[in-house]
């Protein structure tokens, strides 16, 4: 993020979707740093858990002259967001059988280009990766064939705009890893 957008304090992180391990850290870090956070996704999805974790991170961002929203409503969540982030629907490890819920779910949520025009000039878009953007991949493919859907958390004209900016992220984390490695076996 600051690799392409500068100084983020005051700017607006989107997490679209579940919250998840993903979006709990993105949270959290926000909070810390002064930057504005808001979920946006399916209000059913969250956990006791989730809202005692939000009103810590609100009351963190308050001392930070920042913000953190919990939405359901996309125009709302995108609305002014420089950075429109998402992640994988299913996590690994857990059971096929929950993809019809899920995709039912958060359908609604997909990252599309619609979502990105809400987004404030320039909007990067952001993606943990792997991505279902398309039907290239053998998971892609059975998920388009058993339930009708070719896109999931993300569809494949955002994931392959220049508003994206996942390879770039994908490769930080890379460097992140090494280093972990690194310290780890030293």
């Known amino acids: 993020l600051n690799e392409h957008l500068g100084d983020l304090r005051g700017r607006k992180i989107v997490k679209f979707g579940s919250i998840g391990?993903?979006?709990?850290?993105?949270?959290?870090?926000?909070?810390?740093?002064?930057?504005?956070?808001?979920?946006?996704?399916?209000?059913?999805?969250l956990k006791d858990t989730d809202y005692e974790l939000?009103?810590?991170?609100?009351?963190?961002?308050s001392e930070n002259n920042a913000t953190i929203h919990?939405?359901?409503?996309?125009?709302?969540?995108a609305?002014?967001?420089?950075?429109?982030?998402?992640?994988?629907?299913?996590g690994m490890g857990q059971p096929a059988e929950l993809w019809a819920e899920k995709i039912s779910a958060l359908e609604p949520y997909r990252v599309t280009s619609e979502i990105m025009q809400l987004?404030?000039?320039?909007?990067?878009?952001?993606?943990?990766?792997?991505?279902f953007h398309?039907?290239?991949?053998?998971?892609?493919?059975?998920?388009?064939?058993?339930?009708?859907?070719?896109?999931?958390?993300?569809?494949?004209?955002?994931?392959?705009?220049?508003?994206?900016?996942?390879f770039d992220e994908a490769e930080n984390r890379m460097h992140t890893i090494k280093a972990v490695m690194y310290a780890t076996l030293s």
């Open 54 to 61: 939000i009103e810590k991170c609100q009351a963190m961002a």
């Open 21 to 45: 391990n993903t979006g709990r850290s993105l949270m959290i870090i926000c909070a810390k740093l002064g930057i504005d956070f808001c979920i946006c996704g399916p209000m059913s999805a």
């Open 79 to 90: 609305h002014d967001a420089t950075c429109v982030y998402t992640d994988v629907w299913l």
């Open 119 to 131: 987004a404030c000039e320039g909007a990067i878009f952001l993606h943990c990766l792997p991505a």
């Open 70 to 77: 919990v939405t359901d409503s996309i125009v709302e969540g």
């Open 134 to 166: 398309d039907t290239n991949t053998t998971i892609g493919a059975d998920i388009a064939e058993r339930f009708g859907v070719t896109e999931m958390e993300v569809e494949d004209e955002v994931f392959e705009s220049r508003a994206s900016k996942v």
